[in-house]
């Protein structure tokens, strides 16, 4: 039932066979969900010690760039200036910055302002002015493992309405994260952060969602972050994620530019934020790997 060979090595990194270890706790908690149709993840995605220790190793090299942003992100500092620092910080920990060149893309990292989504490619002509709220969205490979996280910035003296967006939509990243359990499917993360949204007249943006990291920039699970009763995804402890909830202050709709092919508005206009983090699944519940 669950995709791993019963002599295979157990996930939980005991050293033992599965089936000397978690193989029969696994199929009694996983029994009822495959009856009902659920799917359960492969094999590739139950992430051994070593390989999670890998990410954590590069998740330092994440957080580091982003504490430091903290610091450098101010008023009248370009886009530019923040995809040189995190080019800078990556090559110098010895990593890779994961976005530059994915599918063309042309920068080292994503910087969304005001009523971009994300998608945000760094640019010399954009300064970031008094009032305006930031997306930075990077992700570190390091020794082929890869750490994906976000954070918001505001800039000077911020209205009101978008530093509730912002705190709002960090609540819904950490209630979202809350959520995880093992055992349960990955749809409770969305339920929790759709409510939360809607509590506050906000939009949950459906175009984009979480995803599977850690060996892979992509990979399986879908992580939604708007209500769903599909059947979605068994967490299982050993796999990693993001959730990374996009929350609009207006309509939950979005369209990606015609001109550059990458960035992605609110179909309104009105104002986006997003924050990021990657996190493993675990016996008792989840540890956050870019905190
Ligand atoms: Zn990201
Ligand atoms: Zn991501």
């Not at 550059?260 to 609110?266: H, L, P, Q």
């Not at 206009?269 to 540890?287: D, K």
Request: some cysteine; charged content about 25%; overall charge negative.
């Amino acid at each position: 039932m669950f995709k791993i060979g019963r002599n295979d090595k157990c996930w939980c990194g005991c050293g033992k066979k599965y089936k000397q270890c978690h193989e029969r706790s696994d199929e009694e908690n996983l029994k009822e969900y495959v009856e009902k149709g659920y799917p359960i993840p492969d094999r590739h995605l139950i992430l051994s010690p070593e390989q999670i220790q890998g990410i954590k190793e590069s998740a330092k090299v994440s957080i580091a760039i982003m504490d430091a942003l903290d610091k450098f992100i101010k008023e009248g500092v370009s886009t530019e200036a923040i995809d040189r620092l995190v080019y800078e910080m990556t090559e110098d920990a010895g990593g890779i910055c994961a976005d530059y060149k994915y599918e063309d893309f042309p920068k080292h990292c994503c910087t969304s302002i005001n009523n971009v989504v994300c998608h945000g490619i760094p640019s010399e002509r954009e300064i970031l002015k008094n009032g305006d709220i930031v997306n930075v969205d990077i992700t570190t490979i390091l020794n082929g493992y890869y750490s994906d996280m976000s954070r918001m910035y505001m800039i000077g003296q911020v209205p009101d309405n978008a530093k509730k967006l912002v705190e709002v939509t960090k609540k819904c990243m950490l209630s979202g994260i809350d959520a995880i359990k093992p055992y349960r499917p990955v749809s409770d993360i969305g339920n929790v952060i759709n409510d939360i949204a809607d509590e506050n007249g906000y939009g949950v943006v459906r175009a984009l969602c979480g995803h599977g990291v850690g060996l892979k920039f992509h990979e399986d699970p879908v992580v939604n972050h708007y209500r769903t009763d599909r059947k979605t995804m068994i967490m299982v402890p050993g796999m990693v994620f993001t959730v990374e909830p996009m929350i609009n202050e207006g309509t939950w709709d979005c369209k990606v530019s015609s001109e550059d092919g990458w960035t992605v508005t609110t179909a309104d206009g009105s104002l986006s934020a997003q924050w990021e983090h990657t996190v493993l699944v675990t016996e008792s519940g989840y540890e956050i790997l870019t905190l």
